[in-house]
């Protein structure tokens, strides 16, 4: 929580490592001549800014999932790049399986020294990888199965790299939940048991982030004490379908839209769930080389 308040206060000294030694802080009489020169006027305070040390700008991070990482894509990029000073590559859409992934890991591992990839997917069997040589969508314990193997191949093929993972869980849906579906279950059962296989890999409980304190679906959540609060103490938290954050009113924001044009805290949530163990093992990389 301490590092997501940083995040979003900005405050260089809680979340960019900054040791006294290293910096030259200018004083808040010097911030301020600087902002008010007059056009060309340079000052040497302005320069030394920039010797000042900041968390790596030069890691790279990936970022892939399905449509629960397209909904929180906005906050998940915004945290990464701008509160954990890290650059992002990577692709996440509607709908997509790990297979249809695949091919933009493989040419991100060949183009980026990846310091660490976030990966969450749901266990989708929309696309062709996830058919059958009929062109029957792959279902039940075949489609889990295939699951486990593409995300298997989508981590060996990072962490032979040197890549550090990620991996998120998924919330269960408003159905799910009111008709004891299992398949969120099974999924993330699936994605334990493939983090648990290798040293590189951590499981991430995002879904924790937008379930109640028992593990269950919820509507709403109690308002975080740094962000809006839109009802009496309590944000909606998923939007209205009950699967992703969205709460906009409309049934789901346009696919290829990957913006909310309200506040939407679950996506906040899930996306600092998400991104947060990421950006503190950058920061503890680069004080280590530096």
Request: some cysteine; charged content about 20%.
């Amino acid at each position: 929580m301490v590092l997501l308040v940083g995040i979003i206060l900005g405050d260089a000294g809680l979340i960019g490592g900054i040791r006294s030694s290293d910096a030259v802080a200018p004083t808040i009489a010097q911030q301020l001549a600087a902002q008010t020169a007059e056009p060309g006027q340079v000052f040497e305070e302005t320069r030394l800014r920039g010797k000042t040390p900041t968390t790596p700008a030069n890691f790279t991070v990936g970022f892939y999932g399905d449509s629960f990482a397209f909904a929180s894509a906005e906050h998940a990029h915004h945290l990464l790049e701008t509160g954990g000073r890290l650059r992002v590559v990577g692709a996440s859409f509607h709908g997509v399986a790990v297979c249809d992934l695949l091919p933009q890991i493989r040419s991100d591992v060949a183009n980026h020294d990846m310091f660490g990839a976030v990966l969450v997917f749901a266990g989708n069997a929309f696309t062709p990888c996830m058919a059958k040589p009929n062109g029957r969508a792959l279902s039940g314990r075949t489609a889990l199965r295939k699951f486990e193997a593409d995300l298997t191949e989508a981590v060996q093929l990072l962490t032979a790299d040197g890549t550090r993972v990620y991996l998120g869980t998924v919330p269960e849906g408003r159905l799910q939940a009111m008709f004891d579906i299992n398949w969120a279950r099974d999924t993330n059962k699936v994605v334990a048991k493939v983090a648990k296989k290798n040293r590189r890999v951590e499981l991430i409980d995002s879904a924790a982030a937008v379930l109640d304190d028992n593990g269950h679906y919820t509507e709403t959540l109690p308002c975080l004490d740094f962000e809006p609060c839109m009802f009496s103490g309590r944000n909606l938290v998923r939007e209205s379908t009950g699967i992703h954050f969205c709460v906009s009113g409309f049934a789901e924001v346009p696919v290829g839209t990957d913006t909310c044009p309200v506040w939407s805290s679950g996506a906040f949530r899930f996306a600092g769930a998400l991104t947060a163990p990421v950006i503190e093992d950058a920061q503890r990389a680069w004080a280590r080389a530096n």
